[in-house]
């Protein structure tokens, strides 16, 4: 399984975090680790390709420049986010809502469901 | 110079200086006035009185003594120290009652009268006078009631026939060893220093400001004895007569593509280098010049996302790559063959390593021929065998250079030895740097970074853990100082930290916006004579380098490269020497300033682009006007020494 490499941005080797968890979800295209279940806020959003998830944290993205953006929910500022691996488009991040009642997305991702895998992970063994 | 005398210059001080001041006042009638010497001056003199008498230069004292108007000592202090110094005992016990108050704790009085006993008790003994010691011994030291077990050992000798068994079965050199020096500088103690002296007070004031200068100097890396250190100025290496790395002494640009890590084996011998094309160079250092020559070239495979990893064996014999993208498996070469054995002790040898594999017994798989005997350029691959799923991208040896962990974000910590393979693993940890480290009992247990910021000990024998720390941050890469005392971490957006794994504080903080921001995998490492010094990769295309526990925390820089310099390595036995590998496809090495110089002087050798009136081995100014840190690379394919067989 050979991932697609948008541009040969290879500058180095970059660090990729993990946040761990008993249901990791990664980057469909490179298998880059990117969040897990627990950082799920909502299944209930749309994206480009369909079904999107709203997450509290997300790791291992790149982000694009700031955008103004028009949705179903009204006009939002948001970044694109795309994986830092392999450079594939995910989603996109809220960072300002101009409507008082879609603030909460404020900071939160969305990722979109066609674009990344869900997969078994495990709780941490230390208890301390 | 100032000259004056004491007008009631004891001004703070008790009545411990009311002896002196009573003969001060008569030296002050002898000797002229203005102005009076402060209390610091007061001292300095003394001090210096001290040295010159401790030279013999009584005269000097004298004339000190006269035209200062200082008492060097209290005059029942310079009595005693005479009357003890000739040995004149009675008239030393007759000093000590006028100087009884003085003593800084009434009780050590009898101390003192002890230990003068003692000593006439031994001179006596030395001597040959049996009476007179005897005498000593009933009719003053046991009264004293002080210390009757040594009273009773002193007893003992008297039935030493002469004076060499004596010597022999106190232990007491004898009187003409000095030891009524070593007295006095022990009777010393018991009084306080503005009544007697504590012995060579100027030496060791200079040789403390001597030690402060030495710890402070920036470049510092010899091992330069406090005696040797010129008082007339203050000690400060420059960066260019120092045995510091300060300039670029060779660029070796055989590699095709970044080159991501690079490490020193232990003996300092060898330096492997590891690509994203997936290359292995090991290169030899040469003993005198310090110049790196290609070695071996191995190759792990193009598919495998560049060398992540370099682990050299602790006997320097084999070296340990993990590669970047996902492997689940390690290769171990045999970089050096094991000393020629005859058969018969080959076979003990075999025999003793197998037994070094503590751990539960288990079934051995005879595969010596690869690794052990070695010189051949495949590699063994160690693994569990496991799913493509596993994922091993970093390594660490443990001291026996048998066993070594590996491990990765995906899970998979497991413990390897050379003979039989996988042997144990710690689940459901994410590792992302590994270390190990022995303590003061000789057990070793293996440092893990995880994934949750963590650095945590697992001991494999006893299958105990524990955590040392948790960093704030995503921790990208681990080095330990070589007394293993040290951790430095590389922490996302928060540059390098240095931890005490001891007391689990953090030491120190080295801020560096080009170390952790963009989130790259740039590698750290300690180095210098005392391993006072870290040097780190850095996104801005230079090394920096920082003297650890110095006041100033800025970092030097070494500039050359044009690209990000992933990795950082110092030579563990030539203290100056640091390479650094980077994303232009270049190792350089970093030599102190001469020797770059000369370095660079020789490979002038045909149509050079520094001006240089051909002189090699000097550090001209012809050289030092030419771009400091810029020298030709070498792509002679001469230099390339392919021979595969290393000593």
């Known amino acids: 399984k050979s991932p697609e490499f948008n541009a040969s941005y290879s500058m180095g080797r970059l660090h990729i975090e993990h946040m761990g968890g008993e249901r990791v979800f990664s980057c469909a295209n490179c298998d880059c680790p990117l969040t897990n279940r627990q950082q799920l806020i909502s299944t209930r959003f749309t994206g480009a390709t369909g079904r999107a998830f709203l997450f509290n944290r997300v790791v291992n993205l790149d982000t694009s420049e700031l955008q103004d953006r028009v949705m179903l929910t009204g006009r939002h500022m948001v970044r694109d986010v795309s994986c830092r691996k392999c450079k594939t488009k995910l989603g996109w991040v809220y960072e300002f809502a101009t409507e008082e009642s879609q603030q909460y997305k404020e900071g939160k991702i969305i990722l979109e469901r066609a674009l990344i895998n869900e997969s078994e992970g495990f709780p941490d063994p230390v208890k301390d | ?209 001597v030690q402060y200068q030495l710890a402070k100097c920036r470049y510092h890396n010899t091992d330069l004895p406090v005696a040797e250190v010129s008082l007339l100025a203050d000690h400060a290496c420059s960066r260019d007569s120092a045995e510091f790395p300060a300039r670029c002494g060779q660029v070796a640009d055989q590699h095709q593509d970044e080159v991501r890590c690079c490490q020193f084996s232990p003996d300092g011998r060898h330096l492997a280098t590891g690509c994203k094309d997936g290359a292995v160079f090991i290169w030899r250092v040469d003993d005198l010049t310090l110049r790196l020559s290609v070695a071996r070239r191995y190759h792990i495979g ?159 024998d006893t299958m105990q853990d524990e955590t040392l720390l948790q960093e704030d941050g995503s921790i990208i890469a681990m080095c330990l100082s070589r007394d293993q005392q040290v951790a430095a971490l590389n922490v996302v957006n928060s540059g390098l930290r240095l931890w005490d794994l001891q007391h689990r504080v953090c030491l120190q903080r080295l801020a560096g916006p080009g170390i952790s921001q963009g989130g790259y995998c740039l590698h750290a490492c300690f180095g210098g004579l005392t391993g006072n010094f870290l040097a780190s990769g850095s996104q801005d295309n230079c090394a920096h380098v920082w003297r650890i526990g110095g006041a100033d925390s800025q970092p030097d820089r070494l500039s050359g490269h044009s690209g990000i310099v992933n990795s950082v390595a110092w030579n563990p036995q030539h203290h100056g020497m640091l390479v650094t590998a980077s994303d232009d496809c270049t190792i350089r090495v970093w030599l102190p300033t001469a020797r770059a110089l000369s370095a660079a002087a020789t490979d002038h050798g045909s149509g050079g682009t520094a001006a240089t009136d051909g002189s090699s081995g000097q550090a001209s100014a012809n050289l030092a006007s030419s771009p400091a840190t810029h020298s030709p690379s070498d792509s002679n394919p001469d230099e390339d020494d392919d021979d595969g067989i290393l000593e």
Request: charged share 20%; aromatic share 8%.
């Open chain 2, 302 to 460: 193009e598919e495998r996302g560049g060398v992540a990893c370099l682990a050299w064996s602790p006997d320097s014999r084999l070296l340990l790559c993990c590669a970047a993208e996902d492997s689940s498996d390690v290769l171990v070469w045999c970089v050096s063959p094991p000393p020629l054995l005859p058969p018969a002790s080959a076979a003990a040898h075999h025999h003793s390593l197998l037994a070094e594999s503590h751990l539960n017994g288990a079934s051995v798989v005879v595969n010596s021929a690869s690794v052990l005997s070695g010189g051949s350029s495949e590699p063994q691959r160690f693994s569990r065998g496991g799913t493509p799923e596993e994922s091993l991208t970093t390594a660490a040896w443990f001291p026996d250079s048998v066993h070594f962990v590996a491990g990765g974000i995906r899970g998979q910590f497991y413990l390897f030895s050379l003979e039989a393979g996988y042997r144990k693993s710690w689940d459901f940890i994410r590792v992302v740097a590994l270390a190990t480290r022995t303590d003061r009992d000789g057990n070793t247990a293996a440092l893990a970074a995880d994934s949750f910021g963590r650095v945590r000990q697992y001991r494999f």
């Open chain 2, 1 to 209: 110079m100032e000259n004056g005398c004491l007008n009631g210059v004891t001004n703070g001080n008790s009545g411990n200086h009311a002896a002196s001041t009573a003969e001060a006042a008569a030296a002050a009638a002898a000797s002229a006035v203005s102005p009076p010497l402060n209390e610091r001056s007061l001292e300095t003199v003394r001090l210096i009185g001290q040295f010159l008498r401790e030279l013999g230069l009584s005269h000097s004292v004298d004339a000190l003594v006269q035209e200062s108007g200082c008492a060097l000592e209290n005059s029942a202090a310079a009595s005693f120290r005479r009357h003890v110094a000739n040995g004149d005992w009675d008239a030393a016990e007759e000093c000590m009652q006028s100087l009884q108050s003085l003593v800084t704790e009434a009780s050590s009085a009898t101390e003192i009268a002890f230990r003068l006993c003692e000593q006439r008790y031994m001179e006596l003994l030395e001597a040959g006078d049996y009476m007179g010691a005897l005498n000593v011994l009933r009719n003053r030291l046991t009264p004293l009631k002080f210390n009757t077990g040594r009273v009773h050992e002193l007893s003992t000798y008297i039935m030493c026939s002469d004076a060499e068994e004596l010597h022999r079965i106190s232990g007491w050199p004898g009187s003409l060893a000095g030891t009524r020096e070593a007295l006095l500088d022990q009777l010393q103690q018991f009084f306080p220093p503005a009544v007697m002296l504590p012995p060579r007070r100027l030496l060791s004031l200079l040789d403390e400001a």
